[in-house]
């Protein structure tokens, strides 16, 4: 039988009123009688009801993220860090992975406008969603633009390339090659590109910039290029895969750097040098302003840059 608010009362030795108030958060009341009732309702594995409370004008105390995978160690790492941020500030999340499929956005969207979440964060690779223009809830964007009306929180991508290209140079790359990611929208994510082509372009520097979706890693870099500036972390490690199979050796033969230096990538591939995205410092610049979004609906808020740092 599913436990209900009068039975958790009962347990807990408490009035119906009190757990209503703490679950609610409302009112002054002993820390004792809050174990007291956080105990019962373990034991009894009450769940309050999310929906409901949404009804009656309450906060479900449930947020959205949505992320194109969580196979890429960068995303798992930012989706586990938000997620542990918000539990402990009284929230639990609903995780969805839109695999890169609009349809399957769509999908996810619905469902979590239809669980009445206090707001989402979304990290979509999926550009140009109608639903994005459309949902008043509250929503924040990572990394990508989705609409005029939702705030973007990102590392500082022009700063990435910038300093993806200096690591080349001091290490006398001559012959340079830029993957080129097929996402060519207004999203910081393109800055990363800028970057990099405008240190180049300082530097008096020539370069290939080289096509994602074109690419075959097998026959086009070594003998080719001794300098490769990698859109992330797991492509610049399946590049310089190809290189060791030739017989060459990172950091002397050949020059690399990744994007996004999740502690995975930094702890299974030290020798890899990459631009490191700060994850705790990102998911805290998310949260907090997705909860300006929630506290104050119809108000502007400003998109926030997080500066970048990178590892040799």
Do not use: C, W
């Not at 993806?164 to 090659?177: D, F």
């Not at 300006?292 to 840059?305: F, G, I, M, W, Y």
């Amino acid at each position: 039988m599913v436990a209900k608010l009068k039975d958790v009362a009962e347990l807990a030795g408490v009035s119906v009123t009190t757990v209503s108030r703490v679950i609610n958060n409302y009112g002054s009341l002993s820390e004792k009688t809050i174990k007291k009732v956080h105990a019962a309702m373990r034991q009894l594995n009450y769940q309050p009801n999310a929906l409901a409370r949404a009804m009656q004008g309450k906060p479900s105390k449930f947020i959205g993220l949505i992320f194109p995978n969580l196979t890429n160690p960068f995303f798992a790492e930012l989706a586990n860090e938000l997620e542990r941020q918000l539990f402990e500030q009284g929230y639990k999340t609903i995780i969805a992975s839109s695999a890169e499929n609009p349809e399957i956005e769509h999908e996810y969207l619905s469902m979590l406008m239809a669980n009445q979440v206090d707001g989402i964060i979304s990290g979509s690779h999926n550009l140009d969603i109608d639903e994005y223009h459309q949902i008043s809830a509250p929503i924040v964007s990572f990394d990508r633009y989705l609409a005029d009306n939702i705030p973007i929180v990102a590392a500082d991508s022009y700063r990435g390339g910038q300093l993806a290209v200096e690591y080349l140079l001091k290490n006398h790359a001559t012959h340079i090659a830029v993957i080129v990611d097929e996402d060519t929208s207004a999203s910081p994510t393109l800055n990363r590109l800028q970057g990099a082509v405008d240190r180049l372009t300082a530097e008096h520097r020539s370069f290939d910039p080289l096509a994602l979706d074109k690419l075959d890693f097998t026959t086009t870099f070594p003998g080719i290029y001794d300098g490769v500036v990698a859109s992330n972390d797991v492509q610049a490690l399946e590049i310089a895969a190809v290189y060791q199979e030739h017989g060459l050796k990172m950091g002397t033969d050949f020059f690399i750097t990744g994007y996004d230096g999740s502690q995975l990538i930094r702890k299974i591939a030290p020798q890899l040098p990459t631009v490191v995205q700060p994850i705790p410092k990102l998911a805290d610049k998310l949260i907090a302003t997705l909860f300006k979004r929630v506290a104050a609906p119809q108000d502007p808020v400003p998109s926030v840059t997080v500066p970048v740092t990178f590892r040799e």
